[in-house]
């Protein structure tokens, strides 16, 4: 079932577009990939699907019914979350604990289940023995990870990071993918990220969606290829 629906979408800053009649769905439940060169904008993009942005035309549509009456929840790590600096004072487990906000009462007191979920959240990222630590004394793989983790503490139906594996090492990256393929094919999460590392994600996507430029110097989504290997319910091969 389609969640999100982009049609004939235009958008820039200043005077030219960067992006000219794009049309993009989004499904329920699957891992998406967006890809393309530097300064193909793909962040854009980004801001565009969680409404920060307005097109100057075109739509972009929601549909609620996919949610199946629940409140759309949007998990966002956005890029160049390594550049916290050395004087940042929160806490590993404060910084995590702030993504439930959302979702506590008027007097934001944490219940022993959402305590298991921030708990739960720092160990799936790899993150819970750090979890006293101050930020600003992480390396910027693994306050990447701790990002990923507050994203996670909101229980999302919708997840979308841009450039979330930036900072980390392979095996770290790689578990990541993994995390994810394990989010959308158990619990159902939409998993919308931005990449530059199609040849180690490529096989635990269900697409990938690149955007390309033609001569007008106007950034299109021009392909939108089915990968490989493809997850879900019925765990087809292709």
């Not at 060169?37 to 549509?61: D, E, F, R």
């Not at 708990?119 to 790899?126: A, I, P, R, T």
């Not at 996507?205 to 490989?228: A, G, K, Y």
Request: glycine residues 10%; proline residues 3%; neutral net charge.
């Amino acid at each position: 079932m389609i969640l999100s629906s982009m049609k004939n979408v235009v958008f820039g800053y200043g005077q030219a577009p960067v992006l000219n009649g794009v049309s993009l769905d989004i499904h329920c439940g699957e891992f998406v990939g967006i890809t393309g060169p530097n300064g193909a904008a793909k962040t854009t993009m980004l801001k565009l699907l969680l409404g920060l942005l307005k097109p100057w035309s075109g739509t972009v549509q929601l549909n609620e019914k996919a949610l199946d009456g629940n409140k759309l929840r949007i998990g966002y790590v956005p890029q160049n979350v390594a550049s916290f600096n050395s004087g940042f004072p929160s806490h590993v487990l404060e910084l995590v604990k702030s993504g439930c906000y959302s979702r506590l009462g008027l007097f934001k007191r944490f219940t022993l289940e959402q305590e298991a979920v921030v708990e739960q959240s720092l160990k799936q990222v790899g993150m819970w023995e750090y979890r006293n630590r101050r930020i600003g004394e992480l390396s910027g793989g693994q306050k990447q990870r701790i990002c990923i983790a507050r994203a996670l503490s909101g229980e999302p139906n919708v997840l979308i990071l841009d450039e979330p594996t930036a900072g980390m090492d392979q095996q770290s990256r790689i578990g990541f993918y993994q995390l994810m393929r394990h989010c959308v094919t158990t619990h159902g999460i939409t998993v919308i990220m931005v990449t530059h590392g199609l040849e180690e994600s490529n096989q635990y996507l269900d697409r990938v969606i690149s955007l390309e430029q033609r001569e007008s110097e106007e950034w299109q989504c021009l392909s939108t290829s089915s990968c490989s290997v493809r997850f879900g319910p019925e765990h087809v091969s292709e």
